[in-house]
């Protein structure tokens, strides 16, 4: 089967840093991505990594271990617009499209 | 059009009632998908077109559940005899053939939150 769990909750104040895990067990592997929702709204995507090491997007970066089956979201500076839930999904067909999404992790950024 | 645009954003039916919802995907974008997600939980992958045929349809969960995309745009989700445990919101996300894994990941609706009552 397919699994893939993250922390459901994640507290930190402004200016902190977090670290957002996310375990994966699927039948294939082929890439990990990030989304960031706010409560209400469309997931929005941060990063994909399909290759291991850590990739910077601003104040974001993604970081993959396939040998683990492991993946990490890493927030710096955390500001209050950074209250969201997020999704690690992964791409676990080299021929479809579609992604495996994990329960997510709620962050609560407190001033 | 700029986003990814779902109808209606709301959607209240009774049980047993047909219901449609509509997903108009950004311009040029030849990939579709619709995902449910229910309260606190990740999407759940429904199904997936390549222009006008749907390439994985495998999330579908039964046969009550249907979904055309008759011209490689607009796509309709069409879900038969509701049931209550149908209730969830329903996203629609749209990406470029090949680039929904990768470069800018796929591109969601704000969704249609459906609730059978």
């Known amino acids: 089967g397919q699994s893939l769990e993250q922390p459901s909750e994640v507290t930190a104040v402004e200016g902190a840093i977090v670290q957002i895990n996310c375990t994966y067990q699927?039948?294939?592997?082929?890439?990990l991505s990030w989304y960031q929702q706010h409560d209400g709204g469309a997931p929005t995507f941060l990063s994909y990594?399909?290759?291991?090491g850590l990739e910077e997007t601003g104040r974001f970066s993604s970081f993959l271990s396939r040998s683990d089956s492991y993946g990490y979201l890493l927030l710096q500076e955390l500001q209050m617009k950074d209250s969201a839930s997020y999704f690690c999904a992964v791409r676990d067909d080299n021929y479809g499209q579609n992604f495996v999404f994990g329960p997510g992790t709620r962050l609560s950024v407190l001033p | 059009g700029a986003g990814v645009s779902q109808t209606p954003s709301n959607k209240v039916t009774e049980k047993g009632k047909y219901v449609e919802l509509r997903c108009d995907p950004i311009?040029?974008?030849?990939?579709l998908y619709w995902y449910r997600q229910s309260l606190g939980q990740g999407p759940e992958f429904l199904i997936y077109f390549q222009g006008t045929g749907a390439a994985d349809d495998s999330g579908l969960p039964n046969d009550r559940f249907f979904a055309v995309r008759p011209e490689g745009s607009v796509s309709t989700l069409k879900i038969q005899r509701t049931e209550r445990g149908d209730s969830a919101v329903y996203l629609c996300?749209?990406?470029?053939?090949?680039?929904?894994?990768?470069?800018?990941?796929?591109?969601f609706g704000s969704g249609t939150r459906l609730t059978v009552v």
């Open positions: 990594n399909a290759l291991d």
């Open positions: 996300a749209s990406s470029f053939e090949g680039q929904g894994a990768s470069a800018g990941g796929y591109t």
């Open positions: 311009s040029g974008h030849t990939a």
């Open positions: 699927t039948s294939g592997f082929y890439g």
